[in-house]
């Protein structure tokens, strides 16, 4: 049995094609990634969602050996997270990004935190001096302009010790790589776990982030990370809106160089962007889900029988 929303989801258009920046270092690439044309958004209580249409009369399709697209979040609605943002040219966001997302292909395509905005850090403990990931105390949430963007990496098990003295090694888990696969309820290929997908008969990109790792402390109320106290626990802050910027570009064979060839922002000074593209802040006050059974319930349903001799029930669940 799943849990599926009971209506499909309604997407709102965030941003157009124009404007486009160019960067002050020189013209746009030539020759770059297949345009975006249009950024439309949609939210349901586990994920924030974002479609990237393509520009249909495109010459080529996606080559993911060397095409790159960015987009940076600003979840805080606040000046927040990395003013430099991880793309040729020395772009910076003014009001800085706290996520970024890169699509690279599907092996490759992550999402990454800023790393003044990480409340997991790598922290030498003494007395041995080995490593660990913990949540760092008295964290203040800010903009910095030399943040870097990291891999969003937590510890979901602690060092522990059994009675016998049998040794239980810690476990870090890394978030950051994105699923591919299509999220879309009803399609044949559906993946219940999957986080993006290239749609090429609608020439569109589609990103599926859940609230948790966007580090959303009660998504429903807008409520985000802001910051640790004395003891590391989170404290947290109502956000108004989402705000992005995308940007493309082909990467080179040396990784150093290299232009942008499309930004998408609201505003622009130079190398600098101002301003990106807003989302409200999607709240709600209740969530309409209905069940439904798992494809392999038909399969299980049919072997099952065999097996005790008892007939099982192949109907639909009932709301």
């Not at 990634?33 to 996606?62: C, M, N, Q, W």
């Not at 209740?286 to 299980?300: G, N, R």
Request: charged fraction near 20%; glycine fraction near 8%.
């Amino acid at each position: 049995m799943k849990f599926v929303p009971r209506e499909p989801l309604a997407y709102v258009a965030v941003a157009a094609v124009e404007p486009v920046v160019q960067p002050a270092n020189g013209s746009l690439q030539s020759g770059g990634p297949p345009r975006v044309i249009g950024i439309y958004a949609s939210h349901d209580a586990a994920a924030l969602y974002l479609d990237l249409f393509l520009d249909p009369t495109a010459k080529r399709e996606i080559d993911w050996s060397r095409d790159r697209y960015v987009i940076a979040l600003n979840t805080c609605d606040a000046p927040c997270g990395a003013e430099q943002l991880p793309v040729p040219g020395g772009i910076r966001l003014a009001e800085g990004a706290n996520f970024v997302v890169e699509l690279q292909g599907p092996p490759a395509s992550r999402l990454l935190v800023a790393d003044n905005y990480d409340p997991w850090q790598e922290v030498a403990v003494a007395p041995t001096g080995s490593r660990e990931f913990r949540v760092v105390r008295d964290m203040t949430i800010a903009l910095a302009s030399d943040a870097r963007f990291e891999h969003e990496i937590v510890e979901t098990n602690v060092l522990r010790f059994a009675r016998d003295g049998t040794r239980f090694p810690r476990i870090n888990a890394d978030r950051s790589f994105l699923r591919y696969g299509n999220f879309e309820v009803g399609a044949q290929d559906y993946s219940s776990l999957g986080q993006w997908y290239y749609d090429p008969p609608r020439a569109r990109l589609r990103l599926r982030l859940s609230w948790g790792l966007l580090l959303a402390l009660d998504p429903s109320q807008g409520l985000v990370f802001w910051g640790t106290d004395n003891k590391g626990i989170p404290a947290g802050k109502v956000s108004h809106s989402i705000r992005l910027v995308l940007l493309s570009y082909a990467a080179p064979d040396d990784k150093e160089a290299g232009t942008v060839a499309q930004i998408m922002a609201a505003s622009d000074s130079g190398n600098v962007l101002i301003k990106g593209w807003g989302i409200p802040w999607p709240t709600w006050g209740s969530v309409k889900y209905q069940p439904t059974f798992k494809k392999s319930y038909h399969e299980l349903s049919k072997a099952f029988p065999e097996l005790t001799g008892y007939a099982t029930g192949g109907g639909d669940p009932q709301d």
